[in-house]
């Protein structure tokens, strides 16, 4: 293992010092890649540290307990041996998890896309649910966001809403909420009290910078129209929404959400590169699930992973089997729970892959 970390502590210091060339910070694609690795290695280079301080003291200690010279000398370094073996297995664990390769896209921001499934009305209902759980939840998290396009439902909610999350490792924690959300529960509509089962999908997209995915202007189809929704007297009269078609692909990209059409056509080409790249990403994640079945896949969208059940408080996580009974907790974006069982067994799985390393 110590000999893994030296090799990590070499490039650490290696990219510590490529930061601060001029030629890398002129070069914007290579100084993000960089700067996502600097922060990456960071974490696990001071990992790295405490544990070569703790195999030091653990060698001290064996060797003045040998010499047995000094009694108090000898007494201080058996607590010394003691706290440090104890430390050991926990810190040795940490360190394994964190080298285990991180996927390149967890970095990134994401756009997240909610789309009204089966059950009418409701349906719309629940996907502003949704909606609304994870803004709070990025809300509680530092993240921020921002809606590029909406259409509302007839009776609440929306058919469908995207928007952008931008934070630290926005990717690698919401990816795997990608797939069919299921809810149990008495609708507004309903008036004789039955229990009705409607579904809203999530797709988290990673965010592509435009270095990522090459679009070439003659393959896009710009049209401009006007805005629907609230926003005052523009909607309707300026033609400031913009609509986005990807003719190669067939992709469709828009946004009306702000009222200068510059800025619309930036968000829409964000929706679209994200789209772009999202499609050859989802080839990779065909491409690796032929090597491996993982559990908490994040590359099948028509997956039913979760459950709201309203009449029993019960959210129910099919990939992992995980029960929280904490509804109103969780629908006000209290979701970490969830999250974070789901990252480990996927962690797992890769550890499971790489302790041939170890």
Same mark, same amino acid.
């Given at each position: 293992?110590?000999?893994?970390?030296?090799?990590?502590?070499?490039?650490?210091? #290696?990219?510590?010092?490529?930061?601060?060339?001029?030629?890398? $910070?002129?070069?914007?694609?290579?100084?993000?890649?960089?700067?996502?690795?600097?922060?990456?290695?960071?974490?696990?280079? %001071?990992? =790295?540290? %405490?544990?070569?301080?703790?195999?030091?003291?653990?060698?001290?200690?064996? #060797?003045?307990?040998?010499?047995?010279? /000094? &009694?108090?000398?000898?007494?201080?370094?058996?607590?010394?041996?003691?706290? +440090?073996?104890?430390?050991?297995?926990?810190?040795? !664990? %940490? $360190?394994?998890?964190?080298?285990?390769?991180?996927?390149?896209?967890? &970095?990134?921001?994401?756009?997240?896309?909610?789309?009204?499934?089966?059950?009418?009305?409701?349906?719309?209902?629940? &996907?502003?649910?949704?909606? =609304?759980?994870?803004?709070?939840?990025?809300?509680?998290?530092?993240?921020?966001?921002?809606?590029?396009?909406?259409? !509302?439902?007839?009776?609440?909610?929306?058919?469908?809403?995207?928007?952008?999350?931008?934070?630290?490792?926005?990717?690698?924690?919401?990816?795997?909420?990608?797939?069919?959300?299921?809810?149990?529960? @008495?609708?507004?509509?309903?008036?004789?009290?039955?229990?009705?089962?409607?579904? +809203?999908? @999530?797709? @988290?997209?990673?965010?592509?910078? %435009?270095?990522?995915? *090459?679009?070439?202007?003659?393959?896009?189809?710009?049209?401009?129209?006007?805005?629907?929704?609230?926003?005052?007297?523009?909607?309707?009269?300026?033609?400031?929404?913009?609509?986005?078609?990807?003719?190669?692909?067939?992709?469709?990209?828009?946004? *009306? /959400?702000?009222?200068?059409?510059?800025?619309?056509?930036?968000?829409?080409?964000?929706?679209?590169?994200?789209?772009?790249?999202?499609?050859?990403? +989802?080839?990779?994640? &065909?491409?690796?699930?032929?090597?491996?079945?993982?559990?908490?896949?994040?590359?099948?969208?028509?997956?039913?992973?979760?459950?709201?059940?309203?009449?029993?408080?019960?959210?129910?996580?099919?990939?992992?089997?995980?029960?929280?009974?904490?509804?109103?907790?969780?629908?006000?974006?209290? $979701?970490?729970?969830?999250?974070? !069982?789901?990252?480990?067994?996927?962690?797992?799985?890769?550890?499971?892959? +790489?302790?041939? @390393?170890?």
């Amino acid at each position: 293992m110590l000999d893994r970390l030296q090799i990590v502590k070499q490039r650490f210091d #290696e990219i510590s010092d490529l930061i601060i060339q001029p030629d890398v $910070i002129s070069d914007q694609k290579r100084y993000v890649q960089l700067n996502q690795e600097y922060k990456s290695l960071k974490a696990l280079a %001071e990992k =790295r540290d %405490e544990y070569v301080v703790l195999m030091a003291n653990i060698d001290e200690a064996n #060797e003045i307990i040998a010499d047995n010279s /000094d &009694a108090d000398m000898t007494e201080m370094a058996k607590m010394q041996l003691d706290e +440090a073996k104890d430390r050991l297995p926990t810190l040795e !664990e %940490e $360190i394994k998890f964190m080298l285990i390769p991180k996927d390149a896209e967890d &970095a990134k921001n994401v756009m997240v896309e909610i789309r009204a499934g089966t059950g009418g009305d409701e349906a719309s209902i629940f &996907a502003g649910d949704l909606f =609304r759980m994870y803004t709070k939840y990025c809300e509680n998290r530092g993240w921020r966001t921002s809606v590029v396009d909406m259409n !509302e439902g007839t009776s609440g909610g929306f058919k469908e809403v995207i928007f952008e999350v931008t934070g630290e490792d926005v990717y690698g924690t919401l990816k795997f909420e990608a797939g069919v959300h299921r809810v149990q529960r @008495v609708p507004q509509t309903e008036t004789q009290g039955r229990v009705h089962t409607s579904a +809203a999908t @999530v797709m @988290v997209l990673p965010e592509a910078e %435009e270095f990522d995915v *090459q679009i070439d202007m003659n393959d896009v189809r710009v049209d401009f129209f006007c805005s629907s929704g609230p926003g005052g007297q523009s909607v309707n009269t300026t033609k400031s929404a913009v609509r986005l078609t990807h003719i190669p692909t067939g992709l469709v990209a828009q946004c *009306q /959400d702000q009222k200068s059409q510059h800025k619309n056509k930036d968000k829409a080409f964000g929706v679209l590169r994200s789209r772009l790249y999202e499609q050859e990403l +989802a080839k990779k994640q &065909a491409e690796d699930a032929v090597k491996r079945t993982s559990q908490v896949s994040s590359g099948d969208r028509s997956a039913k992973i979760r459950t709201y059940n309203y009449s029993q408080g019960r959210v129910t996580d099919h990939r992992v089997g995980m029960d929280v009974f904490d509804m109103d907790g969780v629908m006000n974006g209290k $979701i970490q729970k969830l999250i974070d !069982e789901l990252q480990l067994v996927n962690n797992m799985e890769k550890l499971k892959e +790489a302790s041939e @390393v170890f």
